[in-house]
């Protein structure tokens, strides 16, 4: 059983750490190598206390195991510790950020997933998302947008 709230700054660096591992298990060898390059450990660190206002976190017997970030009408980042996926953790988190962007007035949701990635868009999927095809995604990076080639999934969350 997992606990949802909202993230606070004590949160944000195991957020950081668990960002740090998931995205390059997710990423590495997936994404153009100037992304790569773009992911120090470091990035994280910052990026993790930056974000911590878009953040909530699962917690399970009082550690933080995962964590969602929403922007707008976008579900930034998903991701759960090693030792908790696979437990049931992932599908709260999701249901939670898609919560956060219907209480936000929008009635899509979407999120950018690299087309490697086949287990997060299988999860997708399973959570009712539809994959609307392949985009270029631009993903911050240190000198500007990085191009990456993604695809788009969507969900109806609400009424506008």
Request: charged share 25%; hydrophobic share 45%.
């Amino acid at each position: 059983m997992v606990d949802i709230r909202p993230a606070t700054a004590a949160d944000s660096a195991v957020v950081a750490e668990i960002w740090h591992a998931g995205w390059h298990d997710a990423h590495d060898g997936k994404v153009p190598d100037a992304l790569v390059a773009a992911r120090p450990r470091e990035s994280f660190d910052r990026r993790a206390v930056d974000r911590v206002p878009d953040t909530i976190v699962a917690v399970a017997d009082g550690e933080v195991v995962g964590f969602v970030m929403v922007e707008g009408d976008e579900i930034d980042q998903v991701y759960v510790a090693a030792a908790h996926r696979g437990t049931g953790t992932a599908a709260p988190l999701l249901a939670a950020g898609e919560r956060r962007v219907a209480e936000a007035g929008h009635p899509t949701a979407w999120l950018a997933v690299v087309p490697a990635n086949r287990r997060a868009r299988r999860f997708y999927e399973r959570q009712g998302w539809r994959d609307d095809g392949p985009f270029e995604h631009a993903a911050p990076g240190p000198d500007g947008p990085i191009a990456v080639p993604c695809h788009r999934y969507v969900k109806g969350v609400g009424t506008a």
